[in-house]
């Protein structure tokens, strides 16, 4: 689900990931868990966020992703990990493309495969 500037995307039953711009203050979701049992870890550094956007965004993550990306089944308001170019990622949907979440010790290499891939649609 997304408000504003901030999306939470559930990994698992008992999983969700906050992404939210740099200022974002993880002491208020401590605050709101209170009592309940539970924890809340910053994870910035574990992942770096690439957006691949346009109108054959889909196509091009569908050549290093095994997920059926039709947006009927695979639109806004879903996100799945996955494997994409042999890497993990966690993949968020948005009306104007996708969020692609990577470990930030594979950023290099699959932005590098994402340019390489999108060459066949460059005109």
């Keep these: 689900v997304t408000s504003g500037e901030v999306t939470v995307a559930w990994l698992g039953p008992d999983e969700w990931l906050v992404i939210a711009p740099p200022r974002y203050r993880p002491e208020l979701l401590r605050k709101e868990l209170g009592e309940r ?8 550094a574990q992942r770096t966020t690439l957006f691949v956007g ?16 039709h ?3 695979f639109g806004p308001g879903r996100c799945a990990q996955t494997m994409l170019a042999r890497a993990q990622v966690v993949l968020v949907p948005r009306e104007d493309g996708f969020l692609v979440l990577v470990r930030s010790s594979f950023a290099a290499y699959l932005a590098e495969w ?7 649609y460059v005109t």
């Design 54 to 69: 346009g109108p054959r965004a889909r196509d091009l993550l569908a050549h290093g992703c095994a997920l059926d990306l």
């Design 71 to 73: 947006p009927r089944g």
């Design 37 to 44: 049992h539970g924890s809340i870890v910053d994870v910035s």
């Design 114 to 120: 994402l340019l390489d891939a999108a060459t066949e």
